[in-house]
T-cell receptor
């Protein structure tokens, strides 16, 4: 089925470890987004990529880096994980920035990350 | 900057009762507005969207929302709750009036409980 695929679904890290969360979409979308979801805080934007080759910071970028590897893939990297980064991470995509506001985003099923 | 507030982190209704989930946004100019639903352990799905075409917007699963500019509100309703409606609901607004970046700002979320 077409959509947004996130890997892994679950991950436990020790403080200071690094890891990369993978996201891929097969809908030929131009825009991709990384959000984190925390109880009582909704979803907060970490980074986004309006088109292939561009990335920009969102609301909570500290401690994260991203790579728009190609049009399909947008990865999120934690260089030195901290307990405050325990969260559920969602990747989303839209055809482009404008249509994302007209038709909405397509979301992946999320990565549940625990940092101990 | 845009902001969105959902009143009530938890709402409990009986099966067959009216569902009302409240959302207020901060902009004086009508932004793009959305409601998303998240079922347990899943990603977010688009429920409905307001894009200035009509003030009463109908979505999937019998939900609808009314845009009220004078109240800066976009409340979500459903006449008769079903057990399958139990989920978390998020209101979202475009981060900029122009919508150029396609970024969305999400509310804190409201968990809907439906009692038999």
């Amino acid at each position: 089925n077409a959509g947004v695929t996130q890997t892994p679904k679950f991950q436990v890290l020790k403080t200071g470890q690094s890891m990369t969360l993978q996201c891929a979409q097969d809908m030929n979308h131009n825009s991709m987004y990384w959000y984190r979801q925390d109880p009582g805080m909704g979803l907060r934007l970490i980074y986004y990529s309006a088109s292939e080759g561009t990335t920009d910071k969102g609301e909570v970028p500290n401690g994260y880096n991203v790579s728009r590897l190609n049009k399909r893939e947008f990865s999120l990297r934690l260089e030195s994980a901290a307990p405050s980064q325990t969260s559920v991470y969602f990747c989303a995509s839209s055809q482009n920035a404008r249509t994302g506001l007209v038709y909405g985003y397509t979301f992946g099923s999320g990565t549940r990350l625990t940092v101990v | 900057a845009q902001s969105v507030t959902q009143l009530g982190s938890h709402v409990s209704v009986s099966e067959g009762a009216l569902v009302l989930l409240r959302c207020n946004y901060s902009s004086s100019v009508p932004p793009y507005l959305f409601w998303y639903v998240q079922y347990p352990n899943q990603g977010l799905q688009l429920l409905l969207k307001y894009t200035s075409a009509a003030t009463l917007v109908k979505g999937i699963n019998g939900f609808e929302a009314e845009f009220k500019k004078s109240e800066t509100s976009f409340h979500l309703t459903k006449p008769s709750a079903h057990m399958s409606d139990a989920a978390e609901y998020f209101c979202a607004v475009s981060a900029e009036i122009s919508g150029n970046t396609g970024k969305l700002i999400f509310g804190q979320g409201t968990t809907l409980q439906v009692k038999p």
